[in-house]
């Protein structure tokens, strides 16, 4: 966390360990690559300049001391949370978003370029030439005949835009095969997750009765969908200490109930599980009661100790006696998990696909000094079930005239399609407009149907996960 006041300018920046991925990248977004002696000093590089809110670290494994700047640091002007489609899998890469008050609290008018992590606000508008006041609101007159705002300010439009200069204002456009308003750009053909240019997922809707409610969830799991702490956490505990257990223990003070993730060491107590012994048989275990999807694992190493786990592997069982391990798809072989390289970073790694269970064994593989660690689990109670991919587009032209209602004869309505009685299905529907349902009452006989839907409430963003909204109908 960064809150520093130089140059004459305040500055704030949360990098909060949710947003730290391993072996993961953003791409397209770098606006500056630098060399840096830690990751540390990647993050302060970050806060000094005011248009990167993520970054990328590669760290030099042939490096062992950090007197001199040999890992890289690649700076970003993006964060995973509108641009999923732009993390890619990279091993050698560590990914560290910021919060971006941009990305949801933005009132910046006018063309003008949204700033992270300034003010109270968390974020200032810095207005485009003509412009000025808190969020460059007011226009004033000047004289330039010839200024060309995408000449003088670059990087005013995404990188898969072209900027146009107009009279006193300057216009960003998508590239072919992008979609987006011109500062922010997904790729149409790679991403089946389209962002909207109020920030809102493609909508899925699970109509029930018409007229009635409707079930929202996003299009596919995103990073932050079904990414709820599960409680190992110190501070929670949602977890209780009976849930916890471990092949062995060095003593008293380095029990399995210290392996939760922030624990500190205190009087006698160890900052963190150690193991008996350093062998491939060793394993911290969480017992979660019920079946749960699993998405997410968070590490860290001993806490006040040069202690950690540098790589797993996990196991999973529905009743805590016949245990599988973990494998990608197509692998015939256990998948092995990067884990930390000091006592006290966070590592998150994601769990792709999910895994549904009610016992999680971690089993490192290869350790710093002896196996001592702390960990969280991260996932949510429901399934991520495949029938989200699974979903009917609903798009023809005559659906006003496909259904009839018994009530109401020659009106139609979609009630013909599953109520709560039958299987759910998912359907995505198209029209004119392309899949963004309106926020506004619409009023009858309008968008080519009797009754109109429209969303009771704001869209759903990725970082609000799964949710539920209710759909109202004009009548």
Same mark, same amino acid.
């Given at each position: ?308 786990? /540098?790589? +797993?592997? %996990?196991?999973?069982?529905? =009743?805590?006696? @016949?245990?599988?391990?973990?494998? *990608?798809? #197509? ?57 989200? /991919?699974? +979903?009917? %587009?609903?798009?023809?032209? =005559?659906?006003? @005239?496909?259904?009839?209602?018994? *009530?109401? #004869? ?66």
């Amino acid at each position: 966390y960064f809150n520093l006041y130089t140059l004459g300018r305040e500055r704030a920046m949360l990098f909060p360990d949710y947003y730290f991925f391993a072996e993961r990248r953003l791409v397209n977004h770098t606006i500056e690559t630098r060399k840096v002696k830690n990751l540390d000093d990647c993050e302060l590089l970050c806060y000094l300049n005011d248009n990167c809110v993520s970054l990328n670290f590669k760290k030099d494994p042939g490096i062992i001391s950090n007197s001199f700047p040999s890992h890289i640091c690649e700076l970003n002007n993006a964060t995973h949370l509108k641009h999923d489609s732009d993390l890619t899998n990279d091993a050698f890469f560590y990914y560290r978003g910021s919060k971006n008050s941009c990305d949801r609290f933005s009132l910046c008018q006018n063309n003008a370029t949204c700033l992270s992590g300034f003010t109270i606000k968390g974020y200032r508008c810095l207005c485009p030439p003509g412009f000025d006041g808190e969020h460059c609101e007011n226009v004033f007159c000047f004289v330039h005949t010839h200024f060309d705002e995408c000449e003088t300010y670059p990087g005013l439009c995404h990188v898969n835009a072209t900027c146009v200069n107009t009279r006193g204002s300057y216009v960003c456009t998508c590239k072919p095969r992008y979609t987006g308003d011109g500062r922010n750009c997904t790729d149409t053909v790679n991403s089946l997750v389209t962002q909207m240019q109020d920030h809102a997922n493609i909508i899925e809707l699970f109509l029930e009765l018409c007229m009635r409610y409707v079930g929202i969830n996003s299009l596919i799991p995103t990073l932050t969908a079904c990414l709820a702490p599960l409680g190992m956490d110190n501070k929670s505990k949602v977890i209780k200490d009976a849930q916890i257990s471990a092949s062995s223990e060095w003593d008293g003070n380095h029990a399995a109930i210290q392996g939760r993730l922030n624990f500190l060491a205190h009087q006698r107590k160890k900052g963190g599980w150690s193991a008996k012994n350093n062998n491939l048989n060793q394993w911290i275990q969480v017992d979660l009661l019920t079946k749960t999807t699993v998405t997410h694992m968070a590490t860290q190493g001993r806490n006040a100790d040069n202690q950690w786990v /540098k790589k +797993y592997r %996990i196991q999973y069982s529905d =009743d805590g006696v @016949n245990f599988s391990f973990y494998q *990608t798809p #197509g692998q015939n072989f256990p998948k092995e998990f990067i884990a930390n390289q000091d006592s006290n970073t966070v590592v998150l790694q994601q769990i792709h696909p999910s895994m549904k269970a009610r016992y999680i064994r971690l089993l490192p593989t290869k350790w710093h000094n002896h196996i001592s660690m702390r960990m969280e689990l991260y996932g949510c109670k429901g399934t991520i079930g495949k029938s989200l /991919k699974n +979903y009917k %587009i609903l798009n023809e032209n =005559d659906r006003k @005239n496909s259904y009839s209602t018994p *009530t109401n #004869g020659p009106e139609s309505c979609d009630d013909q399609l599953p109520t709560e009685s039958d299987p759910a299905e998912w359907y995505r529907l198209m029209g004119d407009a392309g899949t963004k349902m309106p926020t506004k009452r619409v009023d009858a006989y309008h968008c080519s149907t009797i009754w109109s839907g429209w969303l009771d409430g704001t869209h759903p963003t990725m970082e609000d996960g799964e949710v539920y909204r209710k759909i109202c109908f004009s009548d």
